[in-house]
């Protein structure tokens, strides 16, 4: 079983060419699982590649 690589709100939303604020949106869609503590928000690393990866196949 792999470790998760996890990356805070600010590199999530530069890695999707978004907002931080549209990451949290779409956190509270279901669109990606927020991880970590309260007031420390991380994002697994692969999940935000593939969906980056999923937006510029649709661009």
């Given at each position: 079983?792999?470790?998760?690589?996890?990356?805070?709100?600010?590199?999530?939303?530069?890695?999707?060419?978004?907002?931080?604020?549209?990451?949290?949106?779409?956190?509270?869609?279901?669109?990606?699982?927020?991880y970590?503590?309260?007031?420390?928000?991380?994002?697994?690393l692969?999940?935000?590649?593939?969906?980056?990866?999923?937006?510029?196949?649709?661009?």
């Amino acid at each position: 079983m792999s470790t998760r690589r996890m990356v805070p709100t600010e590199l999530a939303a530069l890695a999707l060419g978004v907002k931080e604020a549209t990451i949290r949106k779409w956190v509270s869609r279901g669109k990606i699982q927020r991880y970590g503590s309260p007031g420390r928000a991380e994002y697994d690393l692969d999940e935000i590649l593939r969906l980056a990866e999923k937006r510029n196949q649709i661009d």
